[in-house]
C-alpha cells in the first residue's frame, strides 16, 4: 500500500498563487506517475497535472502557463506550484499516484486538500 498526505491549500485571492504538496510513504517502489486531480462541486474529478518518473509531464489545458508540477524521487514527493489563480481553480485537490505491480498499475489517492480562491 501506498500513502499519500497532502498539504498546501487554501483561501487565496484572483490572482494569487499556492503550493501544494503530496509526500508518499508506504509501498514507494515502482511508483511511476505522480500527479494531482481536482473536483469541483457538482463537476467530475478530472486531471490538473502529471508526471512520470522519466520527469514527462502532462497539463489540463485550463492550467497550463499557470501551474507548474515537479517531483523530488529521493523525498517521494509530488509539488503543484499555482499561480494567477483564478475563481474557477476553486476545487478540492486530490494527489494521484500510479505504482506498477505487473501486469498493471494500481492508483492510490490523497485524502484531498480544498483549494478556494475568491475575487
Known amino acids: 500500500q501506498v500513502q499519500l498526505v497532502e498539504s498546501g491549500g487554501g483561501f487565496v485571492q484572483a490572482g494569487g498563487s499556492l503550493r501544494l504538496s503530496c509526500a508518499a510513504s508506504g509501498s514507494i517502489l515502482s511508483i511511476n506517475a505522480m500527479g494531482w486531480y481536482r473536483q469541483a462541486p457538482g463537476k467530475q474529478r478530472e486531471l490538473v497535472a502529471i508526471?512520470?518518473?522519466?520527469?514527462?509531464?502532462n497539463y489540463a489545458d485550463s492550467v497550463k502557463g499557470r501551474f507548474t508540477i515537479s517531483r523530488d524521487n529521493a523525498k517521494n514527493t509530488v509539488y503543484l506550484q499555482m499561480n494567477s489563480l483564478k475563481p474557477e481553480d476553486t476545487a478540492v485537490y486530490y494527489c494521484?499516484?500510479?505504482?506498477?505491480?505487473?501486469?498493471?498499475?494500481?492508483?492510490?489517492w490523497g485524502q484531498g486538500t480544498q483549494v478556494t480562491v475568491y475575487s
Open positions: 508526471i512520470t518518473s522519466g520527469g514527462s509531464t
Open positions: 494521484y499516484v500510479g505504482r506498477t505491480v505487473l501486469p498493471r498499475v494500481n492508483d492510490y
